[in-house]
């Protein structure tokens, strides 16, 4: 938004001449009285209305040049049913969504010019246009129809209630012509319109056609046949309805027919009448122009009823209009004023808030603000003091010789303080000279509750005056903070002091600490604001709120508009105004309540910014609100680049859902332009969609979040950026949604949407991952068969190894031991056969032949065994054998159980008889029993061997570390059955002896048989 003062205002009253006099007598008047003018009230100027204040005052002025990609030579604007602008220009066709510019060419067709005049849009989004060199084109899902020849230029197209084309040609080959139901019909004398060149064309709201067609303006009223003449012109006359129904028409008009709906637009003060490029009514009743002469004009109060005195506002090159020469104009439905030009684009969008005062060149800036008990507010700049009536506009008081420090409310009166004096303004205009003398420049005044002055003053700290002294007052806490302090200034003043992040309260005559679990955490203390909401503080770091005699402070992460603040309003309504770095923030104390009861809930707010047209961001350093309300509601505020205000009552909210469209995908190197269903090829893993929200009132405020269903568990919450990135998407049918807000927060919920589509690449496919699946199982299936192999091939060698040593083994038995000891029994035998028949000798040496003949068959037996001879051994008929031998011996051996079927191998059995002979061995020898017996089972999988006596059993230290010192009989026991992978355990019964349990695997048939790879060939029996 421009400042006022650029703004060239003209009003049209009928009574130039007057007011041009009264201006020079009031500066005839002002050069005379000179200096005394510094201390004397200036008359009042009159009050103006809403309706009267500045029209260009309440937009924003937003521009686009050529370096922003702006098309040169804009003739023509329309707004798509989408939302989209379009922009016809002398460089060819352009969309715009209020962030970047797309120039638009058909996928079907292409255009015959690319000097583009006129826009028109049918609701299904069919586009017609209309070019400098007389064609006209029709655009429908991206197939271009060109139709009509070169000759003339169009002027505009435009559709009526009926669905009709109208287009209006100018230059020689021009007229007015309609296209239906597939062809063109030109206007002419049979249908009521003259020849010649045809200015303008408008469908009216009741359904006719009005033209300026050469010197005449007509009108075909819905359902006639024929266009009737209404007025003469003299010239080109454009056409616009007004609110109220009326035709009007730019230019000079003449001969207008009585009773009929047309009117000239007026001209402004000493100027002609205005002929214009193009021309349009607003919502609100405004006529906008863009004159031949340059510029762009608005006029209030033409359409209207009763009629309102005419207001017409210039505005050009000097306010930012991106050159003098203006054609086409466009109101889009969130009431945005755009303008083309030849060298760019502009907008005027409404604001809520208006620039009063700007800052005055030379001027050093900065403003002080107060409002008198009647809502005058009272505005100081360096050495000027402006005021305010309720309805009113800024109108200077007075020029002081020094520049003003402060003005303060107080009562009905206003408190000037220049820096070596006090002024009181009465309410009659009156200054009066206060006594005492300052004791320095003045920033801050105020009263408490009896009625007590007190004053901050500029590197001093605080004066409280009393019986006409000024006294200063200074906390006594020597951890004060060192800086000057401040209080709070209007009423209220004088019960706290504040400097730096302390505060202090004056309780019982004396200023005590706050302490700091109970001051307010908003870093440098800025203001103490008093009023209908409680107290609250404001400072660099946010707000703060006394509640119960304890400040609290609202996190800045959950209002982080909330910072620099340096004003507060408290309405009586609650509302809550708050001026801040980053705007004018309206809220309520409800509001401001549930954040702080509930951590992490952001505060219900609206921001107000320079995109709303405040003059900037709000002043810092200062200790007095930057911020009054005024007696008619309005908020003004003194910011860093004039004085703004703001009307509650006139707020601009933006209530329009924003369009949302997906503009493009891309993936792997291919682009996808505005699909509906994206199916992408096998393989996409990288995915860019573009996206944007077709509200142009400030696209740069749009907030977008999106979501790829299937992907994302919860929306993206993307700000403003409207693009999404999605990396290693996987092969599947998803979704992909976007919504936005606008920038008033307004959310189009459903928003706009994708199916994507990713096939599988061969390798992403169930029956390749079935196959892989298959191939892995059968490569588990070959390792394990080589692993098998393997083992199979070690244990062949370990066993071979074996069978070649117990070879070894038995042969050095055969022919060592066995063969010495056949050699001594052949002694033995010689010795027995030269002893008497008959004889003891003789009797023993036979019989100690016997026991060496058997011995020597047991260990032919053995050498049998190491050679891996033999079949399946039958383990009871062993188990005989070995009974009976020690029953010769005189142990008596009882051998029983149910385990007589069980088969072993000759080398199982020969581990399992050598076990048993060694119990019975030890049973007989350390014992002392004369009976054992072996109990032999099969349960489950395992044979079990139990051998018992009743001897004197174990002794304890033998059971418990399971061998004697010395003797190697039960560790051999042991190592014999973990050959065999079975199990023993030794006990010692209650009722005495020893009991030695062995327990066996048997395989599946419960027998042991040797593997025919591991029998040896050619190896006989027993010798």
């Known amino acids: 938004m421009q400042p006022q003062h650029r703004l060239r205002q003209i009003r049209y009253r009928g009574q130039a001449n007057d007011r041009k006099m009264a201006h020079k007598g009031e500066s005839l008047l002002v050069a005379l009285l ?94 017609w246009i209309g070019y400098f060199s007389g064609e006209v084109s029709r655009l429908r899902n991206g197939r271009l129809d060109n139709f009509l020849t070169q000759g003339a230029t169009v002027e505009q197209i435009v559709r009526d209630r009926d669905g009709a084309i109208w287009v209006a040609r100018s230059a020689i080959g021009g007229g007015l012509l309609r296209f239906e139901r597939g062809r063109w019909q030109r206007m002419g004398r049979a249908a009521g319109a003259p020849a010649g060149a045809a200015f303008a064309v408008l469908a009216a709201s009741d359904g006719a056609i009005w033209a300026n067609v050469g010197d005449r303006i007509l009108v075909r009223r819905r359902g006639a046949a024929r266009f009737e003449i209404v007025a003469r012109t003299n010239g080109v006359s454009r056409l616009s309805e007004g609110s109220d ?76 209009l991106t050159s003098r020469r203006a054609v086409p104009l466009l109101e889009d439905r969130e009431g945005n004023i755009w303008i083309g030009t030849n060298l760019g684009l502009n907008r005027l969008r409404p604001v809520s808030a208006m620039t009063a005062l700007g800052i005055a060149p030379g001027s050093r800036g900065g403003f002080e603000l107060a409002v008198r008990a009647d809502g005058t507010v009272f505005i100081a700049e360096a050495n000027l003091l402006y005021r305010v009536r309720p309805g009113g506009q800024p109108e200077r008081v007075r020029r002081f010789a020094a520049d003003i420090t402060t003005i303060e409310a107080d009562g009905d009166d206003i408190i000037v303080a220049l820096p070596d004096r006090l002024l009181r303004l009465e309410p009659n205009g009156a200054f009066r000279t206060l006594t005492p003398r300052p004791p320095g420049e003045i920033v801050s005044w105020s009263r408490d509750a009896g009625g007590g002055i007190w004053a901050s003053v500029v590197q001093r700290g605080v004066f409280h005056l009393v019986d006409g002294s000024w006294h200063s007052v200074s906390p006594s806490d020597p951890q004060a903070y060192p800086g000057t302090f401040h209080t709070p200034s209007g009423p209220g003043g004088g019960e706290w002091l504040y400097a730096g992040d302390q505060l202090y309260r004056r309780e019982r005559g004396q200023f005590h600490r706050v302490p700091p679990d109970r001051a307010p955490r908003v870093g440098h203390i800025a203001l103490l604001s008093i009023g209908p909401s409680g107290v609250l503080a404001g400072g660099e770091l946010g707000l703060a709120l006394l509640d119960r005699g304890r400040f609290r402070t609202l996190d800045p992460r959950i209002a982080p508009d ?110 996808f332009t505005a699909p509906g269903a994206l199916s992408l090829p096998a393989g996409t893993q990288n995915l860019r969609i573009t996206y944007t929200a077709l509200s142009l009132a400030a696209a740069e405020r749009n907030r977008f979040r999106y979501r790829l269903i299937g992907v994302d568990k919860d929306w993206v919450d993307a700000g403003s950026r409207r693009e999404a990135f999605y990396a290693n998407l996987p092969p599947g049918a998803w979704r992909f949604q976007v919504i936005a807000a606008n920038n008033d927060g307004v959310w189009n919920e459903e928003g706009a949407s994708i199916a994507i589509t990713i096939p599988p690449m061969f390798y992403q496919t169930w029956w390749f991952r079935l196959l892989c699946l298959a191939a892995l199982l059968m490569v588990a299936w070959l390792f394990y068969l080589w692993r098998l192999r393997e083992n199979t091939a070690q244990e062949r060698a370990r066993v071979e190894a074996q069978i070649g040593e117990r070879e070894r083994i038995a042969r050095e038995l055969h022919d060592t031991l066995l063969q010495g000891m056949q050699g001594l029994m052949l002694r033995f035998q010689a010795a027995a056969n030269a002893t008497p028949s008959g004889s003891k000798a003789h009797a023993l040496l036979e019989t100690a032949l016997e026991r060496a003949d058997d011995v020597i068959v047991q260990a032919r037996d053995r050498v049998s065994g190491l050679r891996g001879v033999g079949e399946e ?134 027998r042991w048989r040797v593997p025919r790879r591991w029998k040896m060939r050619g190896f006989g029996g027993r010798r």
């Open 34 to 127: 000179g200096m005394a003018l510094l201390f004397t009230p200036a008359p009042a100027l009159p009050q103006t209305t809403h309706a009267q204040q500045p029209i260009f005052a309440q937009y924003n002025h937003r521009a686009w040049r050529l370096v922003d990609g702006t098309p040169p030579d804009i003739w023509s604007l329309a707004q798509a049913p989408d939302g989209f602008l379009w922009i016809g220009s002398g460089a060819g066709l352009y969309r715009f969504d209020g962030i970047s510019f797309e120039e638009v060419t058909p996928r079907v067709g292409s255009f015959p010019s690319r000097n583009i005049t006129a826009l028109a849009f049918e609701p299904d989004g069919t586009l």
């Open 245 to 320: 129904g009326r035709i009007w028409a730019s230019g000079e008009v003449f001969d207008i027919r009585p009773a009929m709906k047309l009117a000239q637009v007026p001209a402004p003060p000493g100027e002609p009448p205005s002929s214009a490029d193009r021309m349009i009514f607003a919502r609100n009743g405004t006529l906008w122009q863009t004159p031949f002469s340059g510029g762009v004009l608005a006029m209030r109060g033409l359409a209207g009823l009763p009629p309102a005195p005419v207001h017409v506002e210039r505005f050009g090159v000097q306010d930012g």
């Open 562 to 671: 909330l910072s620099g603040i340096s004003g507060i309003v408290q309405s009586p309504d609650g509302t809550l105004w708050i001026n801040g770095v980053r705007g004018l923030v309206r809220t309520t104390r409800a509001a401001l309540v549930a954040a702080l009861a509930t951590p992490g809930i952001p505060l219900r707010h609206h921001l107000f910014s320079a995109g709303d047209g405040l003059p900037g961001v709000a002043q810092q350093d200062e200790h007095k609100s930057t911020a009054v309300r005024g007696g008619d509601g309005r908020i003004w505020v003194a910011n860093n680049s004039g004085v703004g205000a703001i009307d509650p009552s006139r707020i601009v909210s933006n209530r329009e859902p924003p369009p949302v469209v997906i503009r493009s995908a891309s993936a792997n190197g291919r682009s």
């Open 873 to 1006: 051994a039958d383990l009871m008929t062993l188990l005989e054998t070995l009974a009976e031998r020690f029953r010769e011996d005189g142990l008596a051996v009882s051998l029983r159980g149910p385990g007589a079927t069980a088969k072993l191998t000759p080398q199982s059995a020969e581990q399992l008889l050598a076990i048993i002979e060694e119990a019975l061995a030890n049973v007989l020898r350390h014992a002392q029993a004369r009976e054992a017996i072996v109990d032999v089972e099969n349960v489950g999988h395992s044979l079990v061997v139990r051998l018992s006596d009743h001897g004197i059993g174990l002794p304890a230290d033998v059971l418990r570390n399971r061998e004697r010192p010395g003797h190697f009989g039960l560790p051999g026991m042991r190592e014999r059955v973990k050959a065999l992978g079975g199990e023993i355990a030794f006990a010692v019964p209650s009722a005495g002896g020893t009991e030695i349990v062995v327990r066996i695997p048997l395989s599946g048939e419960r």
